[in-house]
Each structure stands twice: as C-alpha cells, then as structure tokens.
C-alpha cells in the first residue's frame, strides 16, 4: 500500500521535468515509444491513480489527490477527488459510503468527464442488489437489498434515458423487468416492459418488450392454481391476448417460434372456460337467465373451444328441465 502511493508521488513530481521519449508496452507485445507531452503524464497519472483506489485506502488517495492537484491544477477539480473517494469505498465493499460520493459528484457535476463512469459503477452496485446482495445498515444488520437496487435503477434510468440502445438507462430498465420476471413479480414486469416500450414500438428492443408483455401477462394468470384460475379475474388474459396477435402479425416468423399461435388458442380456452363457469354459478343459484346469457356467451365468442361444447351441453340440459317442467 506504502509502496503505490510512493509511486503515484515519485511519478507525479518526476513527470514534469521528465525529457525525450517513455518506452511503454503496447498489447504487451512490443515496445512503442511515447512522447512526455502533459497529456500523456496526466493519463500515466490517472492510470496509477485507478490503481491506488483499488488496493489503498481513504488516506492513501486523498494524499495522491493532493499531489495530482498541485501537479495539475487546471485539470483536476472536485469531481475527480468524489469520483476517486467513490472507487476507495466501492472496492472495500462500502457501498453505501460509496453511493454518497457518486450521487453528490452526478449532482453537482453533471458534466464530468467522470459522471459516465460514476453512473456505471451505480449500475453495477444496483445489480448486485438485484441478484442477491444484502444491504447494510447500522454497520451490522443485513436486510435485502432488492428494493435498493430498483430504486437505484430507477434513478439510472431517470438520468441516462432510454432512448440510446446501448445506453445504461436502458439496461437498467431491462435488468429490473428481468429480475421481476426472476421473483414471479410478473405485473411488475409488465409495467417494467411497457415503459420501455414506449420508447422502442420497433426494432429489437421493442420487438422483445412486445413478447414480454403477452407473457408476463399470462404468466401472472398462470401463476394461479389450475383448479381455481377461472375465479380470478380474466382481464390479464385479455391484455396478455392483444399483445400476442400484435406480435404475430408483426413477427409472423418468430411468433411461430415461440408458439405464439398455440398460446392464444390456450388463452381461447382459459376464457371460455372461465365465462363457462360464471355461467354455471348463475344456474346454481337459480338465476337461469343470467346463466343462458353466459353460455351464448361462451358459445358465440369461443366456438371451437371445449368450454363452448360444455356451454351447449348445459343449455341443452336447461332446455329439457324446461320442457319437463323441473
């Protein structure tokens, strides 16, 4: 630790008196010669200073900070010095420590040459509490940090956008709609998706926020007991419905991959089956009316599906209990 912050300090104070060429390595291959202009001593500078916040500690870094600020006093601002603070302590572990310098630097200087940066390093933090990784509070007590990974992924998204296809605010909205996805959070998902879908309608991105929202829709229908699905509320299976006949027209080829076509004739016979079931509710609780409503029902929209042949067959028994006087 004493010996790279000796390092960081003997290059710092030889650097500007330094003459002729540096031999450095390049692809660790051969030897390129590089001239010591005052760009490439404050990148040699930078480059050791990365090195430093990685195996020092809070000491060690503001001193070479110290250093770097005399050096290079019209390059180097506070932005630098909360960057550098922000990457001791994401190295040790201290994410929360860690998280205050970065904010503060994405804050104040939202125009930092290191605010990128900082704002990558958020994201690696947040998925890293979106994949398992317990929060700490008062120094001891470990809870789970999920809820802070999205609430940070949620800032990145604010800030960055989700308008560049490569951007980091896009890949934070994505991470959190999967991570829902992971914890069978499937209306979460959804949400998730169709916020990034009104953004991308087209290409990839949208084709693929498309799919996810008929699935997490029918995923959070399925989710239910088989046995007890027709007593919840259908509505997902609509939504879910709507979204892959868009797909299939838009994405014939990859719907049929996905077997697009069978799920909605599986969501076909999910809604029959629950109308199916209304039906029969209203017939035992003597309402025949309202049952012969809802088996029409069944057998007008849902012609082709094994609830319509129980609808008939009940109306049938219905017609003959009226004829029979029963």
């Known amino acids: 630790m004493w010996f790279l912050g000796l390092a960081l300090v003997a290059l710092i104070s030889c650097g500007s008196s330094a003459v002729g ?3 450095k390595l390049t692809g660790g291959e051969k030897l390129e010669a590089v001239k010591d202009d005052p760009q490439s001593q404050y990148k040699q500078t930078i480059d050791e200073l990365k090195k430093l916040v990685r195996e020092g500690d809070v000491g060690d870094v503001k001193s070479a900070l ?8 019209d390059r180097v601002g506070p932005d630098l010095e909360l960057f550098a603070l922000g990457e001791t302590r994401y190295w040790q572990e201290r994410y929360g420590k860690a998280l205050v310098k970065y904010e503060k ?3 104040d200087y939202p125009g930092s040459e290191y605010a990128g940066l900082a704002l990558q390093r958020e994201f690696d933090m947040a998925k890293e509490y979106l994949e398992g990784r317990k929060k ?3 120094g001891f007590i470990r809870i789970s940090g999920f809820a802070e990974g999205v609430e940070l992924m949620e800032k990145i998204s604010d800030r960055a956008g989700l308008d560049d296809p490569n951007g980091v605010g896009l890949r934070a909205a994505i991470a959190v709609a999967e991570r829902y996805e992971a914890k069978e959070k499937y209306l979460d998902a959804y949400l998730k998706w169709s916020e990034i879908a009104s953004y991308w309608e087209a290409g990839p991105i949208g084709k693929r926020a498309l799919y996810r929202m008929a699935e997490d829709n029918l995923l959070a229908y399925n989710r239910n007991p088989e046995e007890k699905r027709p007593n919840f509320d259908a509505s997902k299976l609509t939504t879910a419905k709507t979204y892959y006949q868009k797909f299939l027209v838009l994405y014939p080829e990859e719907a049929k991959q996905n077997e697009v076509p069978e799920k909605i004739v599986q969501i076909d016979e999910q809604m029959a089956l629950k109308q199916f079931t209304i039906g029969q509710y209203y017939q035992r609780t003597h309402e025949p009316k309202a049952a012969r409503l809802y088996y029409d029902m069944v057998v007008r929209d849902w012609p082709k599906t094994r609830g319509a042949a129980q609808a008939k067959e009940a109306l049938e028994g219905m017609q003959d209990a009226d004829q029979h006087g029963e």
């Open 21 to 23: 060429e540096t031999w």
């Open 136 to 138: 700490v509070i008062l």
């Open 105 to 107: 630097l994405l804050k």
């Open 66 to 73: 110290k250093q770097i600020k005399d050096q290079f006093p």
